[in-house]
Structure formats: C-alpha cells, structure tokens
C-alpha cells in the first residue's frame, strides 16, 4: 500500500516562496504519475499540477503557471512543488496524490493514493 506524507507548508507573505515535498513509501513511483491539488475552505478541491513519472510531461493550472514548478525524483520516491510568487489566494491545503497507470492527469477521480495536506498560507 502506497502512502504518500506531504510537507514543507506554513505561513508565508505574498510575494513569497515555498517548496512543498510529498514523500512516498511502500513502493517506488517508477509507473505513476503524480499531481499536486489544493482546497481551501467553502471551496471545491482544484487541481494544481501533474507530474509524469520520468518527469518528461508536466500539466499545470492556468492559475499557478509561471510561478509554480512540478519535480519529482524517482531515487527519493519525492514530489516537489516550488511555489514562487505566492498570492493570497493560493491559501489553501496543498495535497499530493499518485494516478497508477497515468501519465499525467488533472481528474481527481483517476488518483489512487492521496496524502493528508500541509497546510499553505499567504497573507497580503
């Protein structure tokens, strides 16, 4: 069973940077691919970026492009989001999931294993 731990959230201003991390255990995730979702409070979870499992393909929301950046490194068995000009409205909890037999994807539904939330806050 896969279990994914997300980390690396906090408080920050706008305008700042975090790097998010999503760690994997109980398989390696040479055949998955990997997304990035967020949720914040009243509102629908929304997709953020998905990562194939070379790294080759990437698929990230109109909302972030430009300011965030999905990796992932397969010998750690970690995901990334490098979260830079950070806005308010990216305040939400970030969750990572892993899609079997994807390359990538921005449906929720096709996401197998999801990990439990860091919480991202940006204040103005």
């Known amino acids: 069973q896969v279990q994914l731990v997300e980390s690396g959230g906090g408080l920050v201003q706008a305008g700042g940077s975090l790097r998010l991390s999503c760690a994997g255990s109980?398989?390696?995730?040479?055949?998955?691919?990997m997304g990035w979702f967020r949720q914040a409070p009243g509102k629908e979870r929304e997709f953020v970026a998905s990562?194939?499992?070379?790294?080759?393909?990437?698929w990230t929301a109109d909302s972030v492009k430009g300011r965030f950046t999905i990796s992932r490194d397969n010998a750690k068995n970690t995901m990334y989001l490098q979260m830079n000009s950070l806005k308010p409205e990216d305040t939400a909890v970030y969750y990572c999931?892993?899609?079997?037999?994807?390359?990538?994807?921005?449906?929720?539904?096709?996401?197998?294993?999801w990990g439990q939330g860091t919480q991202v806050t940006v204040s103005s």
């Open positions: 109980g398989r390696t995730f040479s055949n998955y691919a």
């Open positions: 999931a892993a899609a079997r037999g994807r390359i990538v994807t921005p449906r929720g539904d096709e996401y197998d294993y």
């Open positions: 990562i194939s499992w070379g790294g080759f393909d990437t």
